[in-house]
């Protein structure tokens, strides 16, 4: 097994990630955050705030567990928010610890999660406050031609709209 290389910047992001010990890819770090709203554009930042994190814990040394990547489109089947609880608390009982992302406390699905993780005694870490450069993400296309890079996205962790210097109107 090769040794883990760690980004102590990442490792800046999480806190409370001391309580996991010396960083492992053998640790699952289960990521909880709201996904759902009603706007497409605001689901979509959520689960790019989701990913941020999870290539922050990948970058710190651990494996994430991003079930906002698993099951996006997944009710146009026709499965409803209580099959996929049962689902997210499935998968979490597996995991070593969860890390709540910035703004989990509007979500009822985050909330479920974290009072499964009180009640199992997983170790919960947390997101630190971040703002993600859409240019400089690890998660921005790398040919993006709809003209995304050119703005700077801040995902502000009251809320989950978009706040950008370049907003364009597409309307």
């Not at 309580?19 to 759902?36: D, H, K």
């Not at 497409?40 to 710190?60: D, H, K, M, P, S």
């Not at 997944?74 to 910035?102: K, N, P």
Request: glycine share 6%.
């Amino acid at each position: 097994m090769t040794e883990t290389t760690v980004d102590q910047t990442a490792l800046d992001m999480l806190i409370g990630v001391e309580q996991l010990g010396e960083p492992s890819r053998a640790t699952v770090v289960y990521v909880a955050g709201p996904i759902s709203d009603p706007l497409r554009c605001n689901r979509q930042i959520n689960i790019a705030r989701a990913e941020f994190v999870g290539v922050a814990l990948c970058q710190a040394g651990f494996t994430p567990l991003i079930p906002h990547k698993l099951f996006d489109s997944w009710e146009e089947y026709g499965y409803d928010d209580e099959t996929f609880y049962e689902m997210d608390l499935h998968l979490l009982s597996r995991c070593q610890a969860i890390c709540m992302v910035a703004g989990w406390e509007r979500s009822r699905g985050a909330k479920l999660e974290f009072a499964f993780a009180e009640e199992n005694q997983i170790p919960v870490i947390y997101e630190a406050e971040v703002s993600i450069d859409v240019e400089d993400s690890p998660i921005a296309e790398p040919n993006d031609t709809t003209g995304a890079s050119a703005e700077r996205v801040s995902l502000d962790s009251g809320t989950s709209d978009i706040t950008s210097e370049n907003r364009r109107d597409d309307s």
